[in-house]
């Protein structure tokens, strides 16, 4: 039975639009306060360094990072992180306890030192469980929770201590038992562990937390606060640009079935970029996000099978023949992205002396390869089996497009077995397409399927198993955490990608699970992104 009507994905129009966004403004450009901010970044240095005792250290790194400062100390980070893994402190029995272990435990793998799981079984009775009395300790349980996200395949012990720290807390929490500042930390935990979460949307709420807290030195909070505003009033002027090139592109007159998204897009490379000397990089993959979401409407929403069809032979030949057989809408779809390829393609071989045209219109091609796909499903009623499904479903999520742009535009020099490992879809791209697909089902297929689309994830296991919808979400929730153990081994592997690089592709994934974690912050406007959204770009800290 084929569609002959079109659908319609019911979006509203933004909540942005180019007269707002144009009118954006910061006092933050101001010479005084980037001057104020390196002022602090040299005391909070020697904060750093005059340090005695390693466990402060560690707490005083682990701060920086949830206020998203972080990246103004790498050198001295590195070199700290490094010599507390070789001194090996946090194994000695005198000083050991739950949270300095844990703590350590955290930032030195997510430092790509693989510190052993053994260390916890210090906390456990003969029989091998965790000591019942550790849950008195709670910042040290929370320590544990967090830590037990850094897990790979087959660390049972860790496992062990999510669930043990995961039950504790949350009893914590129903019996209401902890301060404000620690059950709002551990409630946001719960729902989202730190090292699931993007580090820099994230560090609004994290600045706020901290004000509140008693403990804190005021040189961290001023310069998290200073430099949140200053790295604010870049993302204006970013923003700007782009929404004046969606404007000339007229695509939102000429598409009006598409999302028109150029900020919750914009978001998306916040998480995904977060350094702030990416301004250029973010632009380009932000523009990148928006011609995806609008072609993905136009397989997803608008277009009939003939017509999809049509498109993705266009795209696979790049042919202006074809071209010419497509409807008006398609024409103008098909050009503008010709044109961002070759802005994309002018760039690097301006910059890295790199030809990547051929290589651009594969990952394209791959792309519309699966949304045909998905589209003659969900037009012939095909329901596919979860591995029928996922097996399209992690390119159709571009995620292998995005992390091409973000090589291609970070990396320099562009190394031969780092774009051979690209073209061939390292397991560090297929891992962060599985958990930004898997978070974006879980956040929009209830829409999707009321609008009509291809059964996604959740709907795809409820099919074949016969699962309750909230038994299938449970399954695809421990689908994430399988492709997270995977992410996070992949940081102890010799890679031929940097370390941005490798960051971005786990940050995407964090990015997903930011985005949709109450319902589709991307397509259907919710209060919460809503809010996240105007604290993150146009409400500055004060
Ligand atoms: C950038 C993206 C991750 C990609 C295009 C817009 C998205 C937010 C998402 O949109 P969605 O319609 O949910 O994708 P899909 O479910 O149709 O693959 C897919
Ligand atoms: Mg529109
Ligand atoms: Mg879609
Ligand atoms: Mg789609
Ligand atoms: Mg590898
Ligand atoms: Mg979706």
Redesign the pocket.
């Given at each position: 039975q084929l569609q002959s009507t079109r659908r319609s994905g019911n979006y509203k129009p933004t909540l942005w639009d180019f007269e707002r966004i144009q009118s954006l403004n910061s006092v933050y450009t101001e010479e005084k306060y980037t001057t104020r901010a390196s002022e602090l970044v040299v005391q909070v240095k020697k904060l750093l360094l005059l340090e005695s005792n390693w466990f402060l250290q560690l707490e005083l790194i682990d701060d920086l990072q949830k206020l998203g400062v972080s990246y103004r100390f790498n050198h001295e980070i590195n070199q700290i992180l490094n010599r507390i893994y070789l001194e090996q402190k946090y194994c000695n029995n005198s000083e050991r306890d739950l949270y300095s272990t844990a703590l350590a435990f955290r930032l030195l793998r997510q430092h790509g030192l693989k510190v052993s799981q053994d260390v916890f079984d210090f906390f456990k009775n003969d029989e091998g469980e965790f000591e019942p009395n550790l849950g008195d300790n709670t910042k040290g349980l929370l320590q544990l929770y967090e830590a037990s996200f850094l897990l790979t395949e087959g660390e049972m012990s860790l496992e062990q201590a999510r669930v043990f720290s995961t039950n504790l807390l949350q009893k914590k929490l129903d019996d209401g038992i902890m301060d404000e500042y620690l059950s709002s930390l551990v409630r946001r935990s719960l729902e989202l562990p730190l090292h699931w979460s993007v580090q820099r949307p994230n560090s609004r709420w994290l600045i706020d937390a901290y004000t509140n807290r008693s403990d804190v030195n005021p040189i961290l909070i001023e310069l998290a606060k200073l430099d949140f505003n200053i790295v604010q009033a870049s993302y204006h002027e970013e923003l700007k640009e782009v929404s004046r090139w969606w404007k000339e592109t007229e695509l939102a007159e000429k598409l009006p079935f598409a999302?028109d998204?150029v900020v919750?897009?914009y978001i998306?490379n916040v998480g995904l970029l977060f350094q702030p000397q990416y301004g250029y990089p973010r632009i380009m993959t932000t523009k990148l996000?928006i011609l995806?979401?609008v072609i993905?409407?136009v397989?997803?929403v608008y277009g009939t099978l003939e017509e999809t069809e049509l498109f993705k032979k266009a795209i696979l030949s790049w042919d202006v023949e074809v071209l010419d057989q497509l409807p008006n809408y398609m024409q103008i779809c098909y050009m503008a992205l010709d044109s961002f390829i070759n802005e994309m393609a002018y760039h690097v071989l301006k910059e890295q002396g790199v030809l990547i045209i051929q290589d651009l219109r594969k990952f394209w091609a791959d792309l519309c390869v699966a949304y045909a796909k998905?589209a003659e499903w969900y037009h012939t009623g095909h329901k596919p089996t979860m591995e029928e499904y996922i097996d399209v479903?992690w390119i159709?999520?571009?995620?292998h497009l995005?992390l091409a742009h973000v090589f291609f535009l970070i990396t320099n020099p562009i190394g031969k077995e780092a774009a051979e490992s690209l073209r061939n879809y390292d397991d560090i791209i297929r891992n962060s397409a599985m958990i930004?697909?898997l978070a974006?089902?879980l956040?929009?297929?209830s829409y999707?399927m009321q609008r009509g689309?291809v059964p996604?994830a959740v709907e795809c296991y409820m099919n074949e198993m016969g699962a309750s919808v909230e038994e299938a979400r449970e399954h695809v929730k421990c689908m994430i955490r399988e492709a997270w153990m995977k992410t996070s081994a992949e940081r102890f592997k010799e890679s031929p990608f940097s370390k941005d690089f490798i960051r971005s592709a786990a940050d995407l994934g964090r990015h997903?699970q930011y985005?949709y974690q109450h319902g589709?912050g991307?397509?259907i406007r919710n209060p919460q992104m809503e809010e996240r959204i105007s604290t993150l770009i146009f409400q500055p800290i004060d």
């Open positions: 999302r998204r919750e897009n998306w996000f995806i979401t993905d409407d397989f997803d998905e479903a159709s999520i571009s995620a995005i930004l697909r974006d089902d956040g929009t297929s999707e689309d996604k997903a985005m589709d991307h397509g």
